[in-house]
C-alpha cells in the first residue's frame, strides 16, 4: 500500500526566504505527483504536476522536482511571501486514477 | 481547466439526519469520482471512487451502509451521510479526473457539523 509522509508537519518562516518542502513515498510505481495548496476551510488548488517521466515543473516562484526512484519530491518556494501561508499538500497517482496524500506541511511566513 | 461544483459548501445537521453532498463535472464529463474525507489539521483520506453507473467501491474501514454513494451520470456523483452522528462532522472533497494526462479536478469541499 502507498504511504506518503510529508517533511516539517509544520514551517514558520520570515517574509523572503527561499524555502523547500519534502514529500516522500513508498512505491515508486506511480504515473504522477501532484503540489496542492490548502488554505484553512477550503478545497483544493493544483500548484504543479509531474509526470512520472519528467523531473521537475516549474511555475512562477514555485519549483517541484521528482525523483522517482527514490520516492522524493521537494517544492520549492522562493522569495517566500505571507500571501503564501497555506497548507501544502502532495499526492501520488498510482493504478486506476487513485491519489494518495501526505499529511501536509503547514507553512506560515510571517511579514 | 475543468470545473468540479460541489454542493453545499456547509451544512448544519441534527444528528439522527440524513445530509447529502453533490459533486458535478461542469465542463466535461466523469466517469469516475472519488470522495475524501478531511478531519481537523489530518490530510485527505479517500473514503470511496464513484463509478458512472455501477457500484462505488469503498475504502477499508468505510460503511457503505452509512455513506450511500449514486453516480447516475456522468456529471453528478452524490454523496448521502445517512443518520448523521456528530463523529461524522468533517470536510468532504470530491474530485474527479478529465483531460488526457487525467488530472484530478476538485471541488470547494463541504463542511458537514453534526450537532
Known amino acids: 500500500k502507498q504511504e506518503v509522509t510529508q517533511i516539517p508537519a509544520a514551517l514558520s518562516v520570515p517574509e523572503g526566504e527561499n524555502l523547500v518542502l519534502n514529500c516522500s513515498f513508498t512505491d515508486s510505481a506511480i504515473y504522477n505527483l501532484q503540489w496542492f495548496r490548502q488554505d484553512p476551510g477550503k478545497g483544493l488548488t493544483s500548484l504543479l504536476l509531474i509526470q512520472s517521466s519528467q523531473r521537475e515543473q516549474t511555475s512562477g516562484r514555485l519549483n517541484a522536482s521528482l525523483d522517482k526512484s527514490s520516492g522524493r519530491s521537494t517544492l520549492y518556494i522562493a522569495a517566500s511571501q505571507p500571501g503564501d501561508s497555506a497548507t501544502y499538500l502532495c499526492?501520488?497517482?498510482?493504478?486506476?486514477?487513485?491519489?494518495?496524500f501526505g499529511g501536509g506541511t503547514r507553512l506560515m511566513v510571517k511579514p | 481547466g475543468a470545473v468540479v461544483s460541489q454542493h453545499p459548501s456547509w451544512v448544519i445537521c441534527k444528528s439522527g439526519t440524513s445530509v447529502k453532498i453533490e459533486c458535478r463535472s461542469l465542463d466535461f464529463q466523469a466517469t469516475t469520482m472519488f470522495w475524501y474525507r478531511q478531519f481537523p489539521k489530518q490530510s485527505l483520506m479517500l473514503m470511496a471512487t464513484s463509478n458512472e453507473g455501477s457500484k462505488a467501491t469503498y475504502e477499508q474501514g468505510v460503511e457503505k451502509d452509512k455513506f450511500l454513494i449514486n453516480h447516475a451520470s456522468l456529471t453528478l456523483s452524490t454523496l448521502t451521510v445517512t443518520s448523521a452522528h456528530p463523529e461524522d462532522s468533517s470536510f468532504y472533497i470530491c474530485?474527479?479526473?478529465?483531460?488526457?494526462?487525467?488530472?484530478?479536478?476538485f471541488g470547494a469541499g463541504t463542511r458537514l457539523s453534526v450537532l
Open positions: 474530485s474527479a479526473p478529465a483531460g488526457s494526462r487525467n488530472i484530478q479536478y
Open positions: 499526492a501520488v497517482k498510482g493504478a486506476g486514477n487513485m491519489l494518495t
